[in-house]
């Protein structure tokens, strides 16, 4: 099973990785703005650069993915509710172009 996960270097998206890499059925990838925030060691992860204000990041990073952790919020920007909904929305756009299956979503609200 292909699953992608986002907010991967927050509190609960750390444990949620450790958690899915011990599921050896499940091929993870990690959506991260910064590479160097993850760590590389473990070659079963695949990493894409890019954020959910970028719908070619998306694309790339949703690309035959079946179920997808959206754990992504702005909270230390001042306006972060219009931007978390503008994220959202586009995450729920390319993946329903991409054709995942799952969306969990997880709101600090």
Same mark, same amino acid.
């Given at each position: 099973?292909? $699953?992608?996960?986002?907010? &991967?270097?927050? /509190?609960?998206? +750390? +444990?949620?990785?450790?958690?899915?890499? =011990?599921?050896?059925?499940?091929?993870?990838?990690?959506? $991260? +703005?910064?590479?160097?925030? $993850? &760590?590389?060691?473990?070659?079963?992860?695949?990493i !894409?650069e890019?954020?959910?204000? =970028?719908?070619?990041?998306?694309r790339?990073?949703?690309?035959? !993915?079946?179920?997808? /952790?959206?754990? !992504?919020? &702005?909270?230390s920007?001042?306006?972060?509710?219009?931007?978390?909904?503008?994220s959202?929305?586009?995450?729920?756009e390319?993946? =329903?172009?991409?054709?995942?299956? +799952?969306? !969990?979503? /997880?709101?600090?609200?």
């Amino acid at each position: 099973m292909k $699953v992608l996960l986002t907010g &991967s270097t927050g /509190y609960i998206g +750390r +444990r949620l990785k450790q958690k899915l890499l =011990n599921d050896e059925n499940i091929e993870l990838s990690l959506l $991260v +703005r910064n590479k160097k925030s $993850v &760590s590389s060691l473990n070659k079963n992860i695949k990493i !894409i650069e890019g954020d959910t204000f =970028n719908k070619d990041s998306l694309r790339e990073a949703l690309k035959n !993915i079946e179920i997808a /952790y959206y754990l !992504i919020h &702005s909270l230390s920007n001042e306006n972060y509710k219009d931007l978390d909904k503008i994220s959202a929305q586009n995450f729920l756009e390319i993946a =329903n172009e991409c054709g995942v299956k +799952r969306i !969990i979503y /997880y709101s600090t609200e």
